[in-house]
């Protein structure tokens, strides 16, 4: 059975840096996109970044500089390096995948169960 995996959220002062990771485990053929979203209360949830198999990313315009996503293809995981952290980005972050399990003949998106990310002073 396919699962994404979170670790490394936090409680952070502005300024800080956290790094996030997710790892997808399971009888996976292959990952196309593997892509960070986060929900903050209220709010809906939001792409931040997104990296191709290529390695060609993505970034959401309040994010841009500050944080940098990266994956390691051999060991099927995303990373979401995060810094110069602001109130603002305060919320839930959500590892997703676009992968083909075994068996089966297209790709799907799988979600991680989130990661509270928690920024203030």
């Known amino acids: 059975q396919v699962q994404l995996v979170e670790s490394g959220g936090g409680l952070v002062q502005p300024g800080g840096s956290l790094r996030l990771s997710c790892a997808a485990s399971?009888?996976?053929?292959?990952?196309?996109?593997m892509s960070w979203y986060r929900q903050a209360p209220g709010k809906q949830r939001e792409l931040v970044a997104a990296?191709?198999?290529?390695?060609?990313?993505n970034y959401a315009d309040p994010v841009k500089g500050r944080f940098t996503i990266s994956r390691n293809n051999g060991q099927n995981t995303v990373y979401l390096q995060m810094n110069s952290l602001k109130p603002e980005d305060t919320a839930v972050y959500y590892c997703?995948?676009?992968?083909?399990?075994?068996?089966?003949?297209?790709?799907?998106?799988?979600w991680g169960q989130g990661t509270q990310v928690t920024v203030s002073s």
């Open positions: 997703n995948a676009e992968l083909q399990p075994a068996g089966w003949g297209r790709h799907y998106h799988y």
């Open positions: 399971g009888s996976i053929i292959s990952i196309n996109s």
């Open positions: 990296v191709t198999s290529g390695d060609s990313t």
